[in-house]
């Protein structure tokens, strides 16, 4: 279980604040639904455009948002460049996430405990 210490807490909370700001957006939650649901496996800046009826410059504000929070990686193949789950990353954040929503919950059960 992770343990929780001054340091390393805000800095992990830093970083999960900023992946929680990057997923609130419904462009942007859109876009992760369809790259984790496999109905696409990388995206450019054009596709995306086109998918979610958004401006070019638009499309790549999002995804320089996703890929500043480390949940998409980049990679230039040809005239373009394409957008994929950063694995590693996510792995991270999804352990952070859980964590969180752990300890919120056992609070919540204690809490209900003493209420009784």
Do not use: W
Not at 87 to 113: G, V, Y
Request: aromatic share 6%.
């Amino acid at each position: 279980m992770m343990r929780i210490n001054s340091k390393s807490t805000l800095e992990s909370t830093d970083e999960l604040e900023e992946v929680l700001k990057a997923l609130a957006n419904v462009n942007r939650l859109i876009l992760i639904y369809s790259l984790a649901s496999g109905e696409v496996e990388k995206i450019s800046v054009t596709e995306m455009s086109q998918k979610m009826g958004i401006t070019q410059p638009a499309a790549s504000q999002h995804l320089k948002i996703l890929k500043n929070a480390e949940i998409l990686v980049s990679k230039k193949e040809g005239n373009y460049m394409y957008y994929r789950f950063n694995r590693r990353s996510m792995e991270k954040h999804q352990r952070r996430i859980d964590f969180l929503f752990t300890c919120a919950f056992s609070k919540c059960k204690q809490l209900e405990k003493q209420e009784k």
